[in-house]
DNA sequence: TTCATACTTCGACGGTAGCCGAAGCATCTG
DNA sequence: CAGATGCTTCGGCTACCGTCGAAGTATGAA
């Protein structure tokens, strides 16, 4: 009964911890092949692919074939956001899977949010760009300044392949650890893989934290001053 | 295993049906007793007893005594945020719990979003604030500028009254059927009870709907023009 | 073609979670 | 106090969903 959208939906398909784990995973943001996926989860193959299934129904990851692999990966941003979402709201509350452990306070400084930096130092980089003028918000929406583009240009962005795709430039994603915005979008996602060609950073295997060098810590930094 | 948020704990909460139309039922703003939202999940007493203290563990929903009634509401109006995007979220994969009936022009165009006016008219109203200069927006944020306050007062707002909670005055609120974003916090709270006492508007009693009258609407248009 | 790898489908099992009837508290009314 | 109302707790039933072994399909390698 009742009219409107079906939350259970959505709920179901998060709450399974075998999904849940898989969705968590996926949240890195590089695509992963079933058997990788089964591992994330702690369940057998059998069980991850009927897991897989479901959430591709759900359209919440999508898959690829390529050769005798399959690569599944999140169905898009707004997934990632919704996720990310959820697990600042989990937070708040205080759900935790453990207590904090010693990589906690890696994940909280940097980590990546599907394709883009998220923690204390993805708040910080969107933080600077506004306090810059490089990027101004209306309401919800990240506006690209054409002083920013500039900025941008100077630091070596080439903004052309990032206005193709439909999906927007610039748009803000809610930080589970900081509870503030950082930057999401085509510029966001470009950004990051900037810092890890420059070997300023590397993403560690095992969890989402990324690491900086010290090296490219003080690039960052200088970079993206605040006040 | 791993560490972070436990989304799958989130995720199972909503994830049964008369537990999510529970909390869609909320979503009203209105606190529910228990008999009340039995019936809003089609469930008896017992199951939803059942239900409402798993919600109330999982910090979703707070109760307070009032007599023999048990009044039952959103723990906060987070939460009430995080459902709404998840609404969002599963209109936007087509996870509809039914074809779209006669109620849902109705609730697109004016909806009650726990507090606060959402749809077409509280994203118009949003926008309409921030084209005039009474609200500005700093990422996710709002805030309340100075010549904003004047505006107010002369409509007959008193902001005394909303700056004292910890709640943010003005907050932004995703829609779920404009995909924008319209205006939380007290502010919003308090522009919804205004255009309710003023009768401009009624709730309806079975959906989240609000339904203005003739005269209201005209006032309301006027109060927020566009362009 | 034959074998190996990657994955899906099928079938059966088991645990859990939702469900309700009945009984037990708590609170208001008369 | 007795009776009514609102809600919770208990116990048992059932159905569903996650799980895995085994068998089946697809792709690549030898």
């Known amino acids: 009964m009742k009219e409107g959208p079906d939350i259970a939906r959505i709920g179901t398909l998060i709450g399974d911890p075998a999904r849940a784990n898989m969705l968590t995973a996926l949240m890195g ?20 692919s009927s897991h897989l299934s479901k959430l591709e129904d759900g359209s919440l990851v999508s898959q690829r074939k390529q050769g005798r692999h399959r690569y599944f990966a999140l169905a898009d941003a707004a997934t990632g956001s919704l996720l990310e979402a959820i697990m600042g709201f989990a937070a708040s509350r205080g759900h935790l899977r453990h207590r904090p452990g010693p990589r906690d306070p890696a994940l909280r ?10 923690g204390d130092y993805g708040v910080r980089m969107l933080d600077s760009l506004m306090q810059r003028g490089t990027i101004v918000s209306e309401g919800d929406d990240l506006t690209l300044t054409e002083k920013g583009r500039l900025d941008l240009r100077e630091i070596g962005i080439d903004l052309e392949p990032l206005s193709s795709s439909r999906r927007p430039i610039c748009k803000s994603c809610l930080d589970w650890s900081e509870r503030r915005s950082h930057l999401a979008g085509t510029l966001g996602k470009a950004l990051l893989s900037r810092f890890l060609d420059e070997g300023w950073a590397r993403r560690s295997d095992d969890s989402r934290a990324i690491r900086f060098t010290k090296a490219g810590e003080s690039q960052f930094l200088a970079l993206f001053p605040l006040e």
């Open 29 to 48: 943001g590089q695509a992963l092949t079933a058997t990788e996926l089964a591992q994330a989860a702690g369940v057998t193959l059998q069980t991850a």
């Open 109 to 118: 400084k940097a980590r990546i949010c599907y394709d883009h930096l998220a």
